[in-house]
């Protein structure tokens, strides 16, 4: 067996007493994520979740997605119980080969094929019943802007003041509006959101097909949660975002719906990335270069969602 991970006797023990075979190649991808190569057989990605409880739920959510037809995600294997090494509970899934062209938002149809792929996630796990968290948006952001706050001293080393309280005062306006209409979600039914739909979570394997990763956030929650996210992601590889976005099929239904439009202006990214950097600084210059040199372009957009919003609270 040969490993390029940091090695640890331990592991290695436990891996090839939870393997019962010996692998060819052992290569660490990233984090608590390993590639696990044999010399027969077919490869398989071994992952280390926070909990028994987070293994146990995934490997619920992708049995039964599996059972209602929709392949378009992993497999964790059930026949092999995880095991614990510092703190993680690590477990096995399916690996797929991915495909030279890798999925980005920057594509305009790799944008609409993500989303088609969470519209039709979204319509399976509306039937599923499992015991997944319920998932609170505004509680979230609350939390994500007093913590920003706290590092005012750290970011004001790189931003001027004036940029950052202009940031903080967005949120702050976001979360106002958001709070006052986001019981209008209430009549959209609860599905089980995936709860990170950036770009890495959506891989497309070797045969071009495209297919839904890593459900560590999943919950319970209306499925506007997921569009949220995914339209601040791809906002920022639209020209005219505001009003760009409209023209997504699956977003269509909340250009008139001021808690979407709402948390729409939230600077959600900025806050988020900015108090992940207080503890490291590896990705200083691209979060420095969204807060500042992306500033204009986001106050247009903000602007001009503003506007709507105050368009549609005439009406």
Request: charged letters at 25%; a positive charge.
């Amino acid at each position: 067996m040969t490993t390029n991970h940091q090695g640890d006797s331990v592991f290695n023990t436990r891996l090839l007493s939870y393997l019962n075979r010996k692998p060819k190649n052992v290569h660490h991808v990233q984090s608590s994520v390993y590639l696990i190569t044999f010399e027969k057989g077919h490869s398989m990605i071994l992952k280390g979740f926070d909990s028994f409880e987070k293994w146990d739920r995934q490997r619920e959510l992708t049995s039964l997605l599996k059972q209602k037809g929709f392949h378009q995600t992993y497999y964790i294997h059930q026949n092999l119980m995880p095991f614990q090494f510092k703190g993680k509970w690590y477990g096995s899934m399916d690996y797929f080969p991915p495909n030279k062209k890798k999925f980005r938002f920057s594509n305009d149809k790799d944008r609409l094929e993500g989303i088609q792929l969470l519209e039709s996630f979204h319509d399976v796990s509306e039937n599923l019943s499992i015991n997944a968290p319920v998932f609170n948006q505004s509680k979230k952001w609350k939390e994500r802007l007093s913590l920003f706050k706290k590092n005012f001293s750290y970011v004001r080393q790189y931003v001027s003041e004036d940029i950052i309280k202009e940031w903080i005062r967005w949120g702050e306006w976001s979360l106002e509006g958001f709070d006052k209409y986001q019981s209008l979600w209430d009549k959209e039914k609860k599905v089980i959101i995936h709860g990170d739909c950036a770009h890495h979570n959506f891989l497309r394997r070797a045969d071009g097909t495209l297919t839904l990763i890593d459900f560590d956030l999943m919950a319970n929650a209306p499925r506007c949660i997921d569009y949220l996210q995914y339209a601040n992601r791809i906002s920022q590889h639209l020209e005219d975002a505001a009003n760009e976005l409209w023209e997504v099929p699956q977003l269509q239904r909340y250009q008139s719906d001021l808690a979407f439009l709402y948390a729409l202006t939230y600077p959600t990214d900025i806050f988020r990335e900015w108090n992940r950097l207080n503890k490291s600084s590896s990705q200083l210059h691209s979060v420095w270069k969204m807060t500042v040199e992306g500033f204009s372009e986001r106050m247009e957009m903000n602007e001009k969602l503003a506007k709507r919003i105050s368009s549609l609270n005439r009406n």
